[in-house]
């Protein structure tokens, strides 16, 4: 089994930053790829961003490219979600997934399949 945990949420105003951290635990041999989804208030849980735990390639949903960027530290069993430019519709609960055999450029493909491992969640919240 593998455990995630989600650090570096907070409040920010418009316009700042923050950095999310990842830190997985216990089988983390079994990581494919893993990623960051988010779920506002009243809404869906929603993909943010995923990243290939061999090669490193980024992927992003569209409502965060050039804003957002997802790291891994394979030495660590990190990830980090760097988030600039923030903006009100980025608050939500952003939680960390790991998935043992989907690719990460299907992270954010819907399946009725969920990802075989998540954290507790992060709040993050931007005032405007």
């Known amino acids: 089994q593998v455990q995630l945990v989600e650090s570096g949420g907070g409040l920010v105003q418009a316009g700042g930053s923050l950095r999310l951290s990842c830190a997985a635990s216990g089988r983390t041999f079994t990581i494919n790829a893993m990623g960051w989804f988010r779920q506002a208030p009243g809404k869906e849980r929603e993909f943010v961003a995923a990243i290939s735990w061999s090669d490193g390639i980024p992927y992003y949903a569209d409502s965060v490219k050039g804003r957002f960027t997802i790291s891994r530290d394979n030495a660590k069993n990190t990830v980090v979600l760097q988030m600039n430019s923030l903006k009100p519709e980025d608050t939500a609960v952003y939680y960390c997934?790991?998935?043992?055999?989907?690719?990460?450029?299907?992270?954010?493909?819907?399946?009725?399949?969920?990802?075989?491992?998540w954290g507790q969640g992060t709040q993050v919240t931007v005032a405007s």
């Open positions: 997934a790991g998935d043992k055999y989907r690719a990460a450029q299907n992270m954010g493909v819907p399946s009725p399949k969920s990802h075989d491992y």
